[in-house]
């Protein structure tokens, strides 16, 4: 159904997976990297990403956290309203993450994507997230599956959840610039770790969310998210069979301020556990 947007969208996160590969690793000043490389580096992306669809699909509405509109969605105490908005009074909305995981990027790390996402009246109907240093590619498509591609190693293969009990799973976690909610969630470290096999910080929402739709995490727990870092993984989780809510346990929406996604199994122990987060 949305099988031409999804391979554009493909084709997009691959390509601009090599404008930001050829700025990685290029600085070594860490001075430097909060207002030179990273931004260019996102700004390059994004306007390679907005320019490709806009020429295909003109009548489409595109947000990135690097446009005007991306902006004031960061910044606005009402976002949940104009988003809410914006997506309802257009048929297709794009919402574009063109390198989430900067802390990662500006310091080496391997572990950040391009994520562009597909929203039809308020929906996510398709996702895809990217991680070039890997050449890691999943994507999903409304009611089709979700799926994991990388070339490198020639695989290719649909995914789905690691259904396993709690003391078995790794749990993944990020609080994001978010100090409260860091205090917050350590208090919770020691309980967390009698019950699960391991705890791994995994900077870089929609990869970390990706992982537990391939089965590298059993679950993965944000406090601190946009929707950029969840437009595209929401599709490639659900097409998966994850279970999403946010941290209280309230239904799930590109315009929530956290999310906890899971294989299902694990979901309301880990509820339990976090209950009572105040945003």
Same mark, same amino acid.
């Given at each position: 159904?949305?099988?031409?947007?999804?391979?554009?969208?493909?084709?997009?996160?691959?390509?601009?997976?090599?404008?930001?590969?050829?700025?990685? /690793?290029?600085?070594?000043?860490?001075?430097?990297?909060?207002?030179?490389?990273?931004?260019?580096?996102?700004?390059?992306?994004?306007?390679?990403?907005?320019?490709?669809?806009?020429?295909?699909?003109?009548?489409?509405?595109?947000?990135?956290? =690097?446009?005007?509109?991306?902006?004031?969605?960061?910044?606005?105490?009402?976002?949940?309203?104009?988003?809410?908005?914006?997506?309802?009074? %257009?048929?297709?909305?794009?919402?574009?993450?063109?390198?989430?995981?900067?802390?990662?990027?500006?310091?080496?790390?391997?572990?950040?994507?391009?994520?562009?996402?597909?929203?039809? %009246?308020?929906?996510?109907?398709?996702?895809?997230?990217?991680?070039?240093?890997?050449?890691?590619?999943?994507?999903?498509?409304?009611?089709?599956?979700?799926?994991?591609?990388?070339?490198? %190693?020639?695989?290719?293969?649909?995914?789905?959840?690691?259904?396993?009990?709690?003391?078995?799973?790794?749990?993944?976690?990020?609080? /994001?610039?978010? %100090?409260?909610?860091? @205090?917050?969630?350590?208090?919770?470290?020691?309980?967390?770790? =009698?019950?699960?096999?391991?705890?791994?910080?995994?900077?870089?929402?929609?990869?970390?969310?990706?992982?537990?739709?391939?089965?590298?995490?059993?679950?993965?727990?944000?406090?601190?998210?946009?929707?950029?870092?969840?437009?595209?993984?929401?599709?490639?989780?659900? =097409?998966?069979?994850?279970?999403?809510?946010?941290?209280?346990?309230?239904?799930?929406?590109?315009?929530?301020?956290?999310?906890?996604?899971?294989? /299902?199994?694990?979901?309301? @122990?880990?509820?339990?556990?976090?209950?009572?987060?105040?945003?």
């Amino acid at each position: 159904m949305f099988s031409e947007e999804l391979e554009l969208a493909k084709k997009l996160a691959m390509e601009a997976g090599k404008i930001v590969m050829d700025r990685f /690793g290029s600085y070594k000043d860490m001075t430097t990297i909060p207002r030179s490389m990273v931004t260019d580096a996102d700004q390059e992306s994004s306007a390679y990403i907005i320019g490709e669809i806009s020429k295909c699909f003109p009548k489409h509405v595109v947000i990135s956290e =690097e446009t005007e509109l991306g902006a004031k969605l960061n910044t606005t105490e009402s976002m949940k309203e104009v988003l809410a908005g914006y997506t309802s009074e %257009h048929k297709y909305c794009w919402i574009v993450d063109p390198l989430d995981g900067t802390m990662n990027f500006a310091y080496g790390r391997p572990e950040f994507s391009i994520a562009i996402g597909l929203i039809r %009246h308020g929906e996510p109907v398709a996702g895809v997230v990217y991680a070039p240093y890997d050449e890691d590619l999943y994507f999903a498509e409304k009611g089709a599956g979700s799926f994991f591609v990388n070339n490198r %190693h020639n695989v290719r293969r649909k995914i789905t959840v690691l259904a396993c009990e709690l003391q078995n799973a790794i749990v993944a976690y990020d609080w /994001g610039m978010n %100090h409260d909610a860091m @205090k917050y969630f350590v208090r919770k470290i020691p309980q967390l770790a =009698e019950n699960a096999r391991g705890l791994r910080q995994q900077h870089g929402s929609a990869l970390g969310l990706c992982y537990v739709a391939n089965g590298r995490s059993s679950a993965y727990i944000d406090f601190d998210v946009k929707p950029w870092d969840i437009a595209a993984a929401l599709v490639i989780l659900k =097409e998966a069979g994850a279970a999403m809510t946010d941290i209280n346990g309230k239904k799930i929406s590109i315009a929530s301020a956290n999310v906890m996604a899971s294989n /299902g199994k694990i979901h309301n @122990k880990l509820l339990t556990m976090l209950g009572g987060y105040n945003e």
